[in-house]
C-alpha cells in the first residue's frame, strides 16, 4: 500500500491528473494581484523548508489563507511540486473525528470525493501516503476543528518525516515542535496599496490623489489594516467616492453589508467574518469579550478583570478568559512602560462587540462597572500626580484618555456621582496639562448631569472648574465658580473645602484681590496637611510677586522644600520658576540658570513640551534677556505679525487678544509675573497669532531675547543647537501645544 500510495502522490503540481487516484487538490489560481505581504511571504517560505510544522495565526480577514497559499506556491520547488490544499472550512466541527482525516484523505487525491467510504482507517491512510516523499501539506482555517487536526498533525510529524505542514487559523495546534508565526493587520502604506489595487479593478483609472488620499488612509486605520475589511470598502468604490466611505464606517457592518459572490460564507460580509469567529467562543468567553469593549485606547488587566465579572464569570477566571481571547485571535495582548499587561482590540472586533453587548441585558451593568473603575483610578491618581509616583500617573492617565472619556459619556447620561467623582479627580490631571477647554467642557457636563451627587463631590468639581477659568483669564466665571464650590463645601468640611479655599485664594490673587487671597491661604495653610502648606505658599509666593518680592521668595523657598519633601516634581516647579526670575531681575543669573536648568530637568521628566520648549530657551539664553518698559495700553506684539521675540512678564498685567471679524477683540488670556510668551516665534519663527498689550490701569515690565540674539547663542553652542532641537522635536511629535502667545504658570 505504501509503495502504491507513494507511486500516486509522486506528480508535481500542476501536472495532468490520470485517474482518480492521481488527483490532488492544486493550489488556486487568484484573479487579482498579492499586495502588501511580500516581506511575510518570504519569511513563512523560509519558515516551512526550516521547520516541519508552521501555523499562521491572526484574526479573521487578516489574509491568512491568501498568504499562506502564496508563500506555499513560492516554496513548491523544495517539495518537488507536491503541496496539496486541505480547506477545512466546510468541515462539520459536530464530525471532525471522521470529516478531517477525510478531507486530507481527498485533498491527497486518494478519494473521489469526500462521502466515498474505504475500508482503511483514513488517518492510517494519510500518514502512509506521506512517509515516503517530501510533501507541504497546507491545513486551511483550523480553528473550528482544532482538537482532531491537532491530533492527526502529531501523527503526520511523528510518522512522516518527509512531510511539511503549514497551518492557518484563528490560534496555535499547540503541537509539539510548532513554529507560530502570528499575522498582524497591514502596515499603513500596504493598506492604502491594497485599497487603490482592488478600487482600480473596479472603476479603472482610479488612483490615490492629494485630494482623496486623507480619505484612503482614514479607511485603512479605521478597518484596522484588515484586508477583507479594506477590499469590501473597496468594492464600494463603484458608487460613491472615499470621503463617502470613510464618513459612513461608523455603521462599517451595514456599509460592508454586500455579499461577495465566490466567496465562502464566512468572507462574504464583515459581520459574517465575525460572526464565525464569535461563534466558536464558549459563554463564558463571549461575556468577556463584549464586556471587553466597553474600554476604548487600551485595556488594563485590573480594568478587564474590574468589568467583566458576570454571573458565569468568577474574578479569578478572567485572566484566563482574557488569555484565550488573545490565543483566538481577538485581542492583542500588549504592556504598558512599566511591563504591566494590557490589551487592545481591533477596532472592528470591538464595534461588534459592543453591538452585541448594547443587545444583552448586561451592557447597562458592564458599563457601569467601567465608569466606576476609572472613577477609581481617578481617585488614586488624584493622590499619585502630588506624591513621588507622579511620573508614572503622568503616564497612567495619559495611556487612559479614552477610557476616561468613554466613562464621562456614559456617566452624565446615567448617574450624575460616578461623572462627577471622576472629573472631580481628572481636573487636576486635565490642568498640569494645560487641557484646559476638554476640562472645562467636561466640568460643565457633569455639573449639569441629571441624578443626584454629593455636596463635597459637587463642591471638587466647581474647584477645579474654577481652577481651570482663571487659568484661562476669565476670572469672573472662575470667581463665581470657586465661591460656588465654598458653599457647597462649607457641610462638607475637610478636603473638598480647603481645596476649595486654595483655588479661590489663586483666583482672588490672579485677578489682584491681595487681602482677600491671603486672608484665605491663612485659612488654608491651618489645616495641617504638608502638600497644602506647600501649595499654599506657592499661592502666597504668587500672589506677593508684584508687592512684596521679599515675601515671595520666602514662601517660594518654603513651597519648594515642602513639595520636595513629598516628591512633588510638578509642584517644586513653580516656586523654582519664581525663585529663577528674581534670580534673574537681581542680576544672578548664575542662579537663575541653576533654576531653569532643574526646572528643565522636571518639565523632561514629566513629558511637558511646553514648558521644556521655555525652560530651554531660559536655562540657554538668561544672560541676553533684557528688561523692557511698556506703558499701560501700549501694544508689545501684534496679531499677524512676524514672531521672532520671546518675554517673560517681570512686572504688571498683560492681555492676550484675538482679532474678530465686526466685533471688537476678544481677551483670551490674562498673563501676570512669572508668565511667559512667543516661545515658538523665538525657536521657529511664524506669525503671531494675537496681540498681547499692557493691560489698562498700570504699566509694566517684560524681558525679551529678540531671535537675532538667540540664533547667536545657538550659533555659539552646539550643545544648545542639540538642546533646541530635541525640545523641538518633542514638539513636532504629537504633542499639545498652546497658543503661542499663551501663558506659562
Known amino acids: 500500500l505504501a509503495i502504491l500510495l507513494s507511486e500516486r502522490f509522486r506528480r508535481p503540481v ?70 496539496a490544499l486541505v480547506e477545512l472550512a466546510s468541515v462539520d466541527r459536530h464530525r471532525a473525528d471522521v470529516e478531517v482525516p477525510r ?11 469526500l462521502s466515498q467510504g474505504l475500508m482503511t482507517d483514513d488517518t492510517e491512510l494519510v500518514t502512509q501516503a506521506l512517509q515516503e516523499s517530501p510533501t507541504l501539506l497546507l491545513l486551511d482555517n483550523c480553528e473550528h476543528v482544532l482538537e482532531r487536526t491537532a ?40 493598506a492604502v496599496r491594497l485599497f487603490t489595487d482592488r478600487a482600480a479593478a473596479l472603476r479603472p483609472g482610479f488612483a490615490v490623489t492629494a485630494e482623496n488620499r486623507r480619505a484612503i488612509e482614514e479607511i485603512c486605520r479605521r478597518l484596522d489594516g484588515l484586508p477583507l475589511a479594506i477590499e469590501l470598502a473597496a468594492a464600494r468604490i463603484t458608487a460613491v467616492p472615499p470621503a463617502e466611505i470613510a464618513r459612513r464606517l461608523d455603521d462599517r457592518f451595514r456599509l460592508l453589508g454586500s455579499a461577495r459572490r465566490g466567496s465562502q460564507p464566512r468572507h462574504q460580509t464583515l459581520r459574517a467574518m465575525v460572526d464565525w469567529s464569535y461563534s466558536l467562543l464558549s459563554p463564558p468567553e463571549q461575556q468577556v469579550f463584549t464586556r471587553l469593549s466597553v474600554f476604548t ?83 488614586s491618581a488624584w493622590v499619585g500626580l502630588r506624591g513621588p509616583d507622579q511620573v508614572s500617573w503622568f503616564g497612567r492617565l495619559d495611556r ?48 449639569e448631569a441629571p441624578g443626584v451627587s454629593s455636596p463635597a ?11 481651570l477659568l482663571q487659568d484661562e483669564g476669565r476670572f469672573a466665571a472662575a470667581d463665581e465658580a470657586a465661591r460656588q464650590a465654598i458653599a457647597d463645601a462649607r457641610d462638607a468640611g475637610g478636603e473638598p473645602l480647603w481645596l476649595a479655599r486654595l483655588i479661590l485664594a489663586a483666583v482672588a490673587g490672579r485677578a489682584g484681590d491681595l487681602d482677600e487671597a491671603l486672608d484665605l491661604l491663612d485659612e488654608t495653610g491651618a489645616v495641617g496637611d504638608p502638600w497644602v502648606a506647600a501649595a499654599t505658599d506657592l499661592v502666597r509666593g504668587q500672589a506677593l510677586s508684584s508687592t512684596d518680592r521679599e515675601g515671595t521668595r520666602a514662601a517660594a523657598t518654603r513651597a519648594i522644600s515642602g513639595f520636595t519633601a513629598l516628591g512633588d516634581r510638578w509642584g517644586e516647579l513653580n516656586p523654582r520658576m519664581q525663585l529663577a526670575l528674581e534670580s534673574q531681575l537681581q542680576g544672578d543669573t548664575t542662579a537663575a540658570v541653576e533654576h531653569y536648568n532643574r526646572c528643565l530637568q522636571i518639565a523632561r521628566e514629566l513629558a511637558l513640551p511646553s514648558y521644556q520648549t521655555v525652560f530651554a530657551i531660559l536655562a540657554l539664553a538668561s544672560p541676553g534677556l533684557r528688561r523692557q518698559r511698556y506703558a499701560a495700553g501700549e501694544v508689545i506684539v501684534r496679531q499677524d505679525d512676524e514672531g521672532d521675540a520671546f518675554y517673560i512678564v517681570t512686572d504688571g498685567r498683560l492681555d492676550v487678544l484675538v482679532e474678530q471679524v465686526d466685533a471688537p477683540p476678544l481677551v483670551v488670556n ?47 553652542s552646539e550643545v544648545a543647537r542639540t538642546d533646541v532641537e530635541r525640545v523641538m522635536s518633542v514638539r513636532g511629535a504629537g504633542a499639545q501645544v498652546s497658543h503661542d502667545e499663551g501663558a506659562g504658570r
Open 103 to 113: 478531507a486530507v484523505v481527498h485533498a491527497l487525491g486518494l478519494v473521489d470525493d
Open 400 to 447: 487612559e484618555r479614552d477610557n476616561i472619556r468613554g466613562a464621562l459619556h456614559w456617566a452624565v447620561r446615567h448617574d450624575a456621582s460616578i461623572a462627577q467623582r471622576i472629573a472631580g479627580h481628572v481636573g487636576w490631571f486635565w490642568w498640569l496639562r494645560n487641557e484646559w477647554s476638554e476640562g472645562e467642557r467636561w466640568l460643565r457636563q457633569v455639573l
Open 297 to 379: 485606547g487600551g485595556i488594563p488587566l485590573d480594568g478587564a478583570e474590574a468589568v467583566c465579572v458576570a454571573e458565569d464569570v468568577d474574578p479569578l477566571d478572567v485572566l484566563d478568559l482574557v488569555s484565550q481571547l488573545v490565543d483566538k485571535s481577538l485581542v492583542v495582548p500588549d504592556c504598558d512602560e512599566a511591563g504591566s499587561p494590557r490589551f487592545r482590540m481591533l477596532e472592528t472586533l470591538r464595534t461588534y462587540a459592543s453591538e452585541r453587548l448594547d443587545s444583552s441585558r448586561t451592557g447597562d451593568e458592564a458599563r457601569r462597572r467601567h465608569a466606576a473603575y476609572v472613577a477609581d483610578l481617578a481617585r
Open 670 to 716: 490674562r498673563l501676570r509675573r512669572g508668565d511667559y510668551f512667543g516661545e515658538i516665534a523665538v525657536l521657529g519663527g511664524g506669525r503671531r497669532r494675537a496681540t498681547v498689550r499692557v493691560s489698562g490701569e498700570a504699566p509694566a515690565e517684560v524681558m525679551a531675547l529678540d531671535g537675532a540674539t538667540f540664533d547667536q547663542l545657538l550659533a555659539e
Open 457 to 467: 463631590v459637587t463642591a471638587r468639581c466647581r474647584a477645579m472648574l474654577a481652577l
Open 14 to 83: 500542476g501536472a495532468a491528473s490520470v485517474g482518480t487516484a492521481e488527483r490532488r487538490s492544486p493550489l488556486p489560481s487568484v484573479p487579482n494581484s498579492f499586495v502588501g505581504r511580500d516581506r511575510e511571504r518570504a519569511m513563512l517560505a523560509r519558515l516551512i523548508e526550516q521547520h516541519r510544522l508552521v501555523t499562521l495565526v491572526g484574526p479573521g480577514g487578516a489574509g491568512k489563507t491568501r498568504l499562506a497559499v502564496e508563500a506555499a506556491r513560492q516554496t513548491a520547488g523544495r517539495f518537488d511540486g507536491r503541496v
Open 151 to 190: 491530533a492527526l498533525v502529531e501523527r503526520i510529524v511523528a510518522d512522516c518525516p518527509e512531510a511539511h505542514v503549514l497551518a492557518t487559523g484563528r490560534e496555535a495546534l499547540e503541537v509539539p515542535g510548532e513554529r507560530l508565526v502570528p499575522l498582524a493587520p497591514l502596515a499603513a502604506d500596504a
